[in-house]
């Protein structure tokens, strides 16, 4: 009976001891290249080390007030390479806040075929994509060539076309993509917080504001509208991008009279919504929807 209550009594202390440290977690990657299932032949090559801080993985999801700034003020934006950025639709794909490990980047641009612009020039930041976990950033036009209508269409009378059609467009295809890789939705952020997060590509200190310098040449109409985030008769696209950001939606119809228009659409309804119509590069009506 004794023995009994003995192994009972040693039984209850085993239960109630602090076993806490044989259940940790690690709430950061370690050092190094993170684990990535891509290899250099894939679609993006990452080169930043280390992962990303857990602590921030409560953190509320960007907002579309938050993207119209990032559009507004980063997107068109002028900066100087930290480092050499590579060429090609590969694009190098970055983790916020973690150090780039130099023998990746240097393994990208060699299979990338070299650099689309080396350290110390400056670039400009010329379109910026939203996606689930990342934000795309194209630096000079991006690496990717497009498709013009024009350089395709020959017309001849008796003659037969030239086989060799000059490139109209030299210095398209030539620039470098960026992917900022969050490893969860895209965090909620101001123009500070994405330029700080490239900070390790991008020098946005020296140079000027694109957006600032633009604006303050414009009519005093124009200036204060794109102040107040609204669009008005007279405005060009530029202009609109700016006081609004890249609509959600576009869409192109034709007047009785054979004219060709182009509406911005803001929002979605029953929310919100901004109707900015365009004739040619000219704003002739902005209709607003509650």
């Known amino acids: 009976m004794r023995?009994?209550?003995?192994?009972?009594?040693?039984?209850?202390?085993?239960?109630?001891?602090?076993v806490s440290g044989l259940y940790t977690t690690q709430s950061h990657f370690t050092n190094g290249l993170?684990?990535?299932?891509?290899?250099?032949?894939?679609?993006?090559?990452?080169?930043?080390?280390?992962?990303?801080?857990?602590?921030?993985?409560?953190?509320?999801?960007?907002?579309?007030?938050?993207?119209l700034l990032l559009i507004r003020y980063v997107d068109g934006e002028?900066?100087?390479?930290?480092?050499?950025?590579?060429?090609?639709?590969?694009?190098?794909?970055?983790?916020?806040?973690?150090?780039?490990?130099?023998?990746?980047?240097?393994?990208?641009?060699?299979?990338?075929?070299?650099?689309?612009?080396?350290?110390?020039?400056?670039?400009q930041i010329t379109k910026i994509e939203f996606r689930a976990h990342e934000i795309a950033i194209e630096i000079n036009g991006g690496p990717?060539?497009?498709f013009h209508l024009m350089d395709h269409l020959q017309v001849g009378v008796g003659t037969l076309p030239d086989a060799s059609p000059q490139n109209t467009h030299p210095?398209?295809?030539?620039?470098?993509?960026i992917i900022v890789d969050y490893r969860r939705p895209v965090p909620d952020m101001s123009p500070d917080d994405l330029k700080?997060?490239?900070?390790?590509?991008?020098?946005?200190?020296?140079?000027?504001?694109?957006?600032?310098?633009?604006?303050d040449s414009l009519p005093p109409e124009f200036q204060q509208a794109i102040k107040d985030n609204k669009a008005i008769v007279g405005m060009d696209h530029e202009m609109v991008v700016a006081a609004l950001g890249?609509?959600?939606?576009?869409?192109?119809e034709r007047t009785p009279e054979g004219?060709?228009?182009?509406?911005?659409?803001?929002?979605?309804?029953?929310?919100?919504?901004?109707?900015?119509?365009?004739?040619?590069?000219?704003?002739?009506?902005?209709?607003?929807f509650n």
């Open 3 to 18: 023995a009994g209550s003995t192994l009972a009594l040693v039984a209850s202390f085993v239960l109630c001891a602090d």
């Open 171 to 177: 210095n398209e295809g030539v620039g470098a993509a």
């Open 78 to 123: 002028f900066a100087k390479t930290v480092v050499p950025l590579p060429r090609g639709k590969k694009g190098l794909k970055i983790v916020p806040g973690k150090p780039l490990d130099p023998n990746a980047l240097k393994d990208t641009i060699r299979l990338a075929g070299g650099p689309a612009a080396n350290s110390g020039e400056t670039v």
């Open 34 to 67: 993170l684990p990535n299932s891509t290899s250099g032949s894939e679609a993006f090559r990452e080169v930043s080390s280390g992962g990303v801080d857990q602590s921030t993985a409560h953190h509320r999801e960007l907002t579309p007030e938050s993207r």
């Open 259 to 288: 004219d060709e228009t182009e509406d911005w659409i803001y929002g979605t309804p029953p929310g919100k919504t901004i109707f900015v119509t365009f004739l040619g590069d000219k704003v002739i009506r902005v209709k607003e």
């Open 196 to 215: 700080r997060d490239l900070s390790v590509l991008l020098d946005f200190t020296k140079q000027h504001s694109a957006t600032v310098n633009w604006v």
């Open 246 to 252: 890249r609509p959600d939606k576009k869409v192109r």
């Open 144 to 146: 990717s060539k497009h």
